[in-house]
């Protein structure tokens, strides 16, 4: 009989029979039947028989009935065939066997394939990772998504089907892109399939909505599956809630799992507590092992005792690893050297890495030495840069120059940031030079609503104001002084003095002596005059003279020609000589 359609022979049975015993676990009457089949020619049979054969560690048997079923067309058997070859390290051999597989639509075949050109061929790789993935293999789609123009999509369809880590890689995207809610989803779900990463970031997420308690639930759960960032967050949560001890044992184990942010973390916990010795003994640590902010903070410690020369090497280690406060340091450190321009070097890096502070010392520089305009407009760009930064003394600068320029065009002189020696004056850098070990975060919601009446450089003045700058207090008080508004000017001086601006003093008491408030305004001038302010001084002389106190007059007159200005000095001179005729008479 020719035709043997819709019937079955006894290869047929015995394939099948021996299918099934393999399933089972019935290796030995497998192995019989599986012969039998396969020695009549059927395919099926010959790819099972090799498969049993691996298993029981007869591999030089097992590839020639592979082979045998390969060369008649059995994909499942060239796609074992080749992986056979790879494990024993024929790659030529086994790419033959897996192109072939892969070719007649195995989607295994497609994948193992991919992964054996992967590393020597890119774009052969990329080809059948994809080809793998559009056949339904999960494993593939997610090799697949990062070398896609589409990686979502991709990580999408292998985690429905059950990806765990393509469920993280997705949560992680979705979060970068403020997605949250979705992100929690997908890490919850790879969470629970057992990624401990997925743990770690879906505690944070939680942490972010203000959910601490579930936050720690799934940062044990990650910690104790050896996730470092999880062992860092369990000791940041302890330290803040003052559980010291808490919080050095997870950093411990944090460092133990191999991050080293758990060695800057115990340094930042010693330093907290004054234990500095112990400190820099962690700071060096994590320095030691990469850990640019480490490195950096190692440096402010050394410096603040006075070992520049050590501080130094660490400033540049940090920077050059990409430190932005160590960059900013180093600029510190060049201009207290008088070294202009690998000052202002170090702060065009920092700077152009977005540091606030870093770029007002940028604009400050240029503002100082620029000829042309085009040098006066990057400077300006630099300064409003700082100012958008987030920095406050960039905030009051921009204002003190849009103010300028305001009154420039309307023919009036330009106001200085002050006419006195000021100790709310800084004449150098405009953070006094501080070394810093985080730069300063973005403005969010600061100062007032913006009125359409006011100049942007009064909008200035408030975001400095609203952020405690003293000076930019005073100059709100002496603009809202000038357009006839008093209560706000008072407001403005009244918060400035309060913050110890003894600008802020003497013009508070000169709005409350014209509304006749003489005590209240002597008080405000006293605090100013002993902070320093000889014009206040001044007042509080003429003031007793007018009372008949003139032995307080003369000392007041007397401290009033120590502390100047020159103009102040003199009449405050004039008066003390007059005092002293009339004490002497």
């Excluded at 006419?419 to 030079?433: A, I, R």
């Excluded at 302010?533 to 007042?539: N, S, V």
Aim: net charge negative.
């Amino acid at each position: 009989m020719g035709d043997r359609a819709g019937f079955e022979t006894g290869a047929d049975e015995a394939a099948r029979e021996g299918a099934a015993r393999l399933r089972r676990g019935d290796l030995e009457g497998a192995e019989t039947l599986l012969r039998v089949a396969a020695s009549e020619g059927d395919r099926s049979a010959a790819n099972n028989l090799g498969v049993l054969l691996h298993r029981t560690g007869r591999n030089e048997e097992a590839a020639g009935w592979w082979r045998t079923a390969a060369v008649a067309g059995s994909a499942a058997a060239a796609h074992a065939l080749g992986r056979l070859h790879r494990e024993q390290g024929d790659d030529t051999a086994a790419e033959y066997w897996l192109r072939q597989s892969a070719e007649w639509g195995h989607d295994s075949g497609a994948y193992a394939l991919a992964d054996l050109l992967d590393g020597n061929d890119a774009d052969g790789a990329a080809r059948w990772f994809r080809i793998a993935a559009e056949r339904g293999h999960r494993e593939a789609a997610f090799r697949y998504a990062p070398l896609s123009d589409d990686p979502e999509t991709w990580y999408r369809f292998a985690a429905a089907r059950g990806h765990s880590r393509a469920a993280h890689r997705l949560g992680g995207l979705l979060e970068r892109r403020g997605e949250t809610t979705e992100a929690m989803r997908w890490y919850l779900d790879a969470a629970e399939a057992g990624e401990s990463g997925a743990a770690a970031a879906l505690g944070f997420l939680l942490s972010d909505a203000g959910e601490e308690e579930a936050a720690e639930s799934w940062w044990l759960r990650a910690a104790r599956e050896g996730e470092g960032t999880a062992a860092n967050a369990l000791g940041a949560l302890n330290a803040r809630h003052g559980r010291r001890q808490e919080a050095q044992r997870w950093y411990r184990e944090a460092l133990e799992a191999g991050d080293i942010n758990g060695a800057f973390n115990l340094a930042l916990l010693c330093a907290g507590s004054g234990r500095m010795v112990q400190a820099e003994q962690w700071y060096r640590r994590a320095a030691y092992a990469g850990h640019r902010e480490a490195a950096n903070a190692l440096a402010v410690l050394l410096l603040q005792r006075g070992d520049t020369d050590g501080a130094e090497p660490w400033f540049s280690r940090a920077a050059e690893a990409g430190s932005v406060d160590a960059a900013f340091n180093l600029g510190i450190l060049h201009a207290k050297r008088g070294d202009e321009a690998e000052s202002l070097r170090w702060y065009r890096r920092a700077a152009g890495a977005g540091h606030a502070e870093a770029a007002l010392q940028v604009a400050l520089t240029g503002l100082r030495g620029a000829r042309t305009p085009r040098e006066r407009e990057e400077a300006d760009r630099m300064l409003r840069r700082s100012a958008e930064g987030g920095s406050v003394e960039g905030a009051f600068r921009l204002a003190v120059r849009l103010e300028r320029l305001e009154r420039a065009g309307e023919g009036d002189p330009p106001p200085g940031p002050g006419t006195e020696t000021d100790p709310d004056t800084d004449p150098g850098l405009g953070t006094n030079g501080r070394i810093v070990l985080r730069p300063s975060g973005p403005v969010r919601g600061v100062g007032g609503p913006a009125d359409p009446e006011t100049s942007e450089a009064e909008r200035w003045y408030r975001r400095a104001a609203e952020r405690g700058h003293r000076r930019a207090r005073v100059r709100l008080g002496t603009r809202a002084a000038e357009r006839g508004d008093l209560v706000e000017a008072a407001e403005w001086y009244r918060r400035a003095a309060e913050d110890g601006s003894r600008n802020g003093a003497f013009n508070l008491g000169l709005l409350l002596a014209r509304e006749g408030a003489e005590p209240e305004a002597a008080m405000w001038w006293k605090r100013a005059a002993e902070a320093g302010h000889g014009r206040a001084a001044l007042h509080l002389a003429l003031l007793a003279s007018r009372r008949g106190e003139l032995s307080e007059g003369r000392e007041w007159s007397a401290r009033a020609v120590e502390l100047g200005p020159a103009e102040v000095a003199r009449r405050a001179a004039r008066l003390r000589d007059a005092l002293a005729g009339e004490l002497t008479a």
